[in-house]
T-cell receptor
């Protein structure tokens, strides 16, 4: 797989359930970011996790990072219909290049999450 | 909360015409970027800009593309002589150590 590949490609759940999306990457990173994109709209930054962090929370979002397995997961708890969107992980294309390691990113294909009311 | 703003939200242009996409990055960020997303495809890096010059560019960013920071707030992407395959959503982003923040995008349609 390529850098920053999400799994599954599509996920369909009922409102109130939890949604878990996974991301795998190939090369060493110093951070990993998750984004949401509603259909045809902009990329909303959800969370950044650094390579020395194992878990991070933001509201109903929980992100984990396992650098030994080169993988990350995004958990959305108590999902809502408004969470319906595509979710992407993004890894730095040049992880140790200073400032651009936070902005020059490689995106995966994304997970399409559908939350049914 | 500070945000990246992009104008216009939609742009339709004739093939061969020049277009300028505009962005206002977050004010205290130092690194700026353009990305594009062709319909149904991945978000792709085009170019990064730091200290008033291009720091990196991808293979996509050929001679038909240019970027400029004409003043202290705006950041522009110019596409000369547009082609049909330039039709895409173009995103501007700016970054700092808390991450990269993207604008709402400009949907460019070349007809």
């Amino acid at each position: 797989s390529q850098q920053g590949e999400e799994d599954p490609q599509a996920l369909s759940i009922q409102e109130g359930e939890n949604a878990t999306m996974n991301c795998s990457y190939k090369t060493s990173i110093n951070n990993l970011q998750w984004y949401r994109q509603n259909s045809g709209r902009g990329l909303v930054h959800l969370i950044l996790i650094r390579s020395n962090e194992r878990e991070k929370h933001s509201g109903r979002l929980r992100v984990t990072l396992d650098t030994s397995k080169k993988s990350s997961s995004l958990l959305i708890t108590a999902s809502r219909a408004a969470d319906t969107a595509s979710y992407f992980c993004a890894t730095p294309s040049t992880p140790f290049a200073g400032g651009t390691s936070y902005g020059k990113l490689t995106f995966g294909q994304g997970t399409i999450l559908t939350v049914h009311p | 909360e500070p945000e990246v703003t992009q104008t216009p939200s939609h742009q339709v242009t004739q093939m061969g015409q020049e277009v300028i996409l505009r962005c206002v990055p977050i004010s205290n960020h130092l690194y700026f970027y353009w990305y594009r997303q062709i319909l149904g495809q991945k978000v792709e890096f085009l170019v990064s800009f730091y200290n008033n010059e291009i720091s990196e560019k991808s293979e996509i960013f050929d001679d038909q593309f240019s970027v400029e920071r004409p003043d202290g707030s705006n950041f522009t992407l110019k596409i000369r002589s547009t082609k049909l395959e330039d039709s895409a959503m173009y995103f501007c982003a700016s970054s700092e150590a808390s991450g990269a923040f993207f604008g709402q995008g400009t949907r460019l349609t070349v007809v």
